[in-house]
């Protein structure tokens, strides 16, 4: 069975900083690209990163930027999101998903695995 399980999350103060993990298992998606999503309360789910399959090329959303680092490590078929100087608006639930192809995509329609989810909450 394919699963992506997500970990690292929880509650931090403005300013903080978390490490999500994304294991994933059932198969290997070292040609695939990789993203994080999230989806705070009443709002549709967004993109925050992507990586390529190399791990050569990153995306982020604009909200983002120059404060989450994406990152992988294919020999342990795992995916990673750095997150500092945390904000309230960041608060949300976090998704890990693997892309159909092996270049950035922004789209949620561009991936068709997805983890259950972590929890990140930052107060203010």
């Known amino acids: 069975q394919v699963q992506l399980v997500e970990s690292g999350g929880g509650l931090v103060q403005a300013g903080g900083s978390l490490r999500l993990s994304c294991a994933a298992s059932?198969?290997?998606?070292?040609?695939?690209?990789m993203g994080w999503f999230r989806q705070a309360p009443g709002k549709e789910r967004e993109f925050v990163a992507t990586?390529?399959?190399?791990?050569?090329?990153?995306l982020y959303a604009d909200s983002v930027k120059g404060r989450f680092t994406i990152s992988r490590d294919n020999s342990k078929n795992a995916v990673y999101l750095q997150m500092n100087n945390l904000k309230p608006e960041d608060t949300a639930v976090y998704y890990c998903?693997?892309?159909?192809?092996?270049?950035?995509?922004?789209?949620?329609?561009?991936?068709?695995?997805w983890g259950q989810g972590t929890q990140v909450t930052v107060s203010s």
């Open positions: 998903a693997a892309a159909r192809v092996r270049y950035l995509k922004v789209g949620r329609d561009e991936y068709d695995q």
């Open positions: 059932g198969r290997t998606f070292s040609n695939n690209a």
């Open positions: 990586i390529s399959w190399s791990g050569t090329s990153t």
